[in-house]
């Protein structure tokens, strides 16, 4: 009888996430637009694309496998008929190689109507790159924000456009005090990164106003990425029930396609949004003076020149 129970309960649990979960709607078509997704071969990102693509937007998957870079690619294209997908290599965490995918999309796209900052990761390993940077650190806020603001001229070149950043909920547990010191446990480390993207949007929010392109965060919620990558039982027991209680990657992606495609975010730009709709992320967040120093303190570890950068 306790087994019954328990399953009615696991099977409940999913259908209330499933009915609380937010879904876009909106069934704008994207023909002529061009969407760059950062971490896309697999995951909320690769959702995120297909979504885009089956809207038929031009599509370039950003990430660092060319293999499962290109594979998502084949896989999108087969699956919404679009030809208009394509594989770019980024490395975030390679500040040149942020600069080198900009050179390149710069030379071979004209416009870029939105830009999803999706890549992330948590790295349990403490350890600083070639370029002197926390690896986490680097590959969810550093190269980010590198690459944003190198391509803020060809987003204002294309407005009305905009910049998304996906950050977590978890943001509301870090800090923007001594972000490169790896003293830092993994965790604090991830929440410090999402902290640090939520209020860089809103800092570029403000230095973008008026310019035609909106810059919002979000919160995708608390998803399973790994039903498919887990090999021992143990693991696949552990993703099963990771499965009832987190959302899928499909509906993980469901705010990043809001906040790229709804006409309500036309116009809305400094927020932040979960489940399809604004939400209140940390009061700390809101801090203009911490933004401004947060951003100058970026701006030294990137190495951003004069040159790069008209904000």
């Known amino acids: ?44 990102g690769y959702e995120t694309a297909l979504e885009i693509a089956q809207r038929g937007a031009k599509v370039i998957i950003a990430c660092r496998d060319a293999a499962k ?3 998502a690619v084949n896989e999108i ?38 830009l999803v900052n999706n890549a992330g990761a948590i790295c349990t390993k403490r350890e600083y790159t070639a370029d002197g940077l926390l690896k986490d650190m680097q590959i969810n806020y550093f190269g980010p924000f590198l690459l944003t603001v ?13 910049i998304l950043v996906v950050a977590s909920a978890w943001h509301k547990f870090g800090t923007a005090e001594d972000i490169n010191d790896k003293r830092y446990c993994y965790i604090q480390s991830y929440a410090n990164s999402k902290f640090c993207n939520v209020v ?49 990657p499909n509906e993980g992606a469901q705010t990043s396609l809001y906040v790229a495609v709804s006409d309500y975010c036309d116009q809305v730009t400094g927020k932040y949004f979960e489940d ?22 970026t701006e030294g570890l990137v190495k951003l020149t004069p040159e790069e950068t008209s904000l």
């Not at 190198?150 to 905009?162: D, E, G, I, N, Q």
């Open 150 to 162: 190198l391509l803020v001229p060809l987003l204002k070149k294309s407005a009305p456009s905009r």
């Open 69 to 71: 870079g290109q594979r």
């Open 1 to 44: 009888m306790w087994l019954f129970w328990f399953l009615l309960t696991i099977v409940l649990i999913k259908l209330f996430n499933k009915v609380t979960s937010g879904k876009c709607y909106d069934e704008k078509v994207m023909s002529g637009e061009v969407v760059v997704v950062t971490g896309a071969s697999g995951g909320i």
């Open 276 to 297: 399809c709709a604004e939400a209140s992320p940390s009061a700390r967040t809101e801090d203009i003076v911490l933004a401004k120093k947060l951003w100058q303190l």
């Open 200 to 248: 860089f949007s809103k800092e570029l929010a403000r230095r973008l106003a008026h310019t035609g392109v909106v810059v919002n965060s979000l919160n995708p919620g608390q998803v399973n990425t790994s039903l498919y990558k887990s090999s021992s039982f143990l693991e696949r027991l552990r993703s099963l029930l990771l499965y009832f209680f987190f959302k899928t």
């Open 77 to 114: 294209t087969k699956r919404t008929k679009n030809t208009k997908v394509r594989y770019m290599h980024l490395d975030l965490t390679s500040l040149a190689s942020v600069r080198n995918f900009v050179e390149e999309l710069k030379s071979s796209e004209a416009k870029l109507d939105v």
